[in-house]
């Protein structure tokens, strides 16, 4: 028997997509390297909608089955379009394209030091990202184990509104609170609801998680101080007290776009809870907090400064966590095959 591999001739045939994968305390991030066409737009909402209206096919084939999962996460990278950006990003999962994504940043600031893609002198590199939600200035410092550790300074995040309740159908009243940190997420005290967040319980997580952000979308308009495109729910995130990693502060659960659950604290979802803890007193200027995830991971969030955003009391949160390289993968499209496009399966 003779090598299995592709002869020229036959690689000819398909559409040909390279991705480096990582993960970021668990959850996974598919790194688009090459086989996009280039995406037109001076902003970054711009190349958002470009991409959506007239390239989505490329996004179901990366995060889809059978190339991925119902929980794949994706970052295509672009030109940059502010100054002081090294490079604009965009962020691909199995609805859509998110706004802002904490835990891609961290990836995308190890693996690009990592491989030299960004300058890195051996100690430490300052990296400026534009992204939908705005400008993210990111870092990655080597400790004294000479491992990568990555960092990132959110968009101004501010508490939206406290103490709010709904009606859920199969549940019943539910008190939430709504936090920005780069998207909006209602924040549900699963603890008060008697709701496990343990990996166990994920179905019924992912269950509630929808229930609750289909009816918050339904009974509480959301408007973003600046754009439209920013306007809108992305997630239910469930925290409880009930925690597994020493020193946790408590234990995050994010069900995002179509009952996708994030495997890590969520990088944007860590930035809004300080900004809700600060809202009510909870947390001071430069008090970090370690938040854990559904499968363990962590993640630390302190918030910086206070601003005024647009008329919003805003902080400026930074986020740490641990991210790793896990593939190197080149993905073919034969024009024959029956899944152009791909499929989910829950």
Aim: charged share 20%; aromatic share 8%; hydrophobic share 40%.
């Amino acid at each position: 028997m003779g090598p299995v591999q592709l002869s020229p001739e036959l690689l000819g045939q398909f559409r040909r997509i390279t991705t480096l994968d990582a993960h970021t305390e668990g959850e996974p991030l598919r790194i688009i390297t090459s086989g996009y066409p280039a995406i037109p737009g001076n902003t970054m909402l711009d190349k958002r909608k470009f991409l959506a209206e007239h390239l989505d096919e490329y996004r179901q084939l990366l995060m889809f089955e059978p190339r991925g999962h119902a929980d794949m996460y994706g970052v295509l990278l672009t030109e940059p379009v502010s100054k002081g950006a090294d490079f604009g990003v965009l962020f691909l999962h199995n609805e859509g394209y998110s706004s802002m994504c904490g835990h891609a940043v961290l990836a995308l600031a190890t693996v690009l030091c990592q491989t030299g893609a960004i300058d890195f002198d051996g100690c430490s590199a300052e990296i400026g990202i534009d992204a939908p939600a705005g400008f993210i200035r990111a870092f990655a410092e080597k400790d004294t184990t000479g491992r990568i550790q990555a960092s990132f300074l959110n968009v101004p995040s501010w508490a939206e509104a406290l103490d709010l309740s709904i009606e859920v159908p199969g549940i019943g009243e539910v008190p939430f609170d709504i936090g920005f940190g780069g998207a909006y997420y209602a924040y549900v005290d699963a603890d008060a609801l008697g709701l496990d967040c343990s990996a166990d319980n994920v179905s019924q997580l992912i269950d509630w998680g929808r229930r609750i952000k289909q009816a918050v979308m339904a009974s509480y308009p959301i408007k973003h101080p600046l754009d439209e495109d920013l306007s809108f729910l992305y997630g239910t995130i469930f925290t409880s007290r009930h925690t597994a990693v020493p020193g946790a502060h408590s234990r995050h659960v994010c069900v995002f776009a179509d009952g996708e659950v994030d495997r890590s604290p969520t990088g944007t979802g860590v930035a809004g809870r300080i900004a809700l803890l600060h809202a009510r007193g909870k947390v001071e200027l430069a008090q970090a907090l370690t938040i854990e995830s559904i499968v363990g991971g962590k993640m630390t969030v302190e918030a910086r400064e206070r601003v005024d955003f647009h008329g919003r009391d805003a902080l400026i949160p930074r986020v740490s966590g641990r991210a790793f390289i896990t593939g190197e993968h080149t993905f073919l499209l034969h024009p024959d095959d029956i899944f152009q496009t791909g499929f989910l399966l829950r």
